[in-house]
């Protein structure tokens, strides 16, 4: 089994890093593999609603996007990892989860998937609840915590004293093994999904 973490802050070794990590090393415990990608330092853009992706699995753009996509639909589960920016997700995280699932939903349904955000001060509900709205859109089965899911830190490494934060991080891991595992172990068959019904408000 493996989980892949994404790292949506443009800083790779920051607090949302930190966070990543710990929740990372207590799935290493339980024998699941792991593997951290930087999302927030490449130059991902946002979608353009231009419906080349229809029937391809791969967005058109070319940007380094598909080859991310492509590990992180192949997961056992995920985790996200944004900072906090005027209390939502950065730009680049949000550019890289519009189009990944917009594309990929249907291979994420019913794994596990989890949030993590770093912050200064507030603005962690909006911007973990911002992330978990992709999860409930795939059918994903949101991780639960102790908490609400955020490590506090302004500077490089200040995450890793806040106490509770890095708790919520390591019961992340905890609890997603719980959840890989159950499942591996289960003989119960995954709902059937149905159709997607579309409804216009204009028609």
């Known amino acids: 089994m493996k989980v892949i973490a994404i790292n949506g802050s443009p800083r790779k070794d920051g607090n949302t ?9 207590m799935l290493n415990e339980q024998g699941i593999e792991t593997e951290i990608v930087n999302v927030g330092s ?12 229809a029937g ?3 967005c058109v753009i070319n940007d380094g996007f598909n080859e991310i996509a492509d590990k992180v639909a192949e997961a056992d589960g995920i985790i996200v990892g944004s900072p906090v920016y ?7 995280l949000k550019c890289f989860l519009d189009r990944f699932f917009y594309v990929h939903s249907a291979e994420m349904r019913f794994k596990p998937a989890a949030a993590i ?6 603005g962690v509900t909006h911007t973990y609840q911002t992330i978990y709205n992709f999860f409930t859109f795939a059918e994903m089965l949101i991780t639960p915590t102790n908490y609400w899911p955020g490590v506090h830190g302004t500077a490089k490494g200040e995450a890793e004293q806040d106490a509770e934060g890095m708790q919520i991080a390591r019961s992340i891991g905890r609890n997603m093994a719980y959840l890989l595992k159950m499942q591996a172990e289960s003989t119960v068959p995954v709902p ?3 159709d ?6 204009i028609r």
């Open 17 to 25: 890093y930190s966070a990543l990590r710990t929740a990372c090393e």
């Open 42 to 53: 490449m130059s991902i853009t946002g979608c353009k609603a231009c419906g080349g992706c």
């Open 56 to 58: 391809k699995g791969k």
């Open 86 to 92: 005027y209390a939502g997700i950065n730009g680049t």
């Open 117 to 122: 955000t770093a912050l200064r001060r507030s």
């Open 192 to 194: 059937e999904k149905e």
């Open 196 to 201: 997607k019904i579309k409804f216009s408000y």
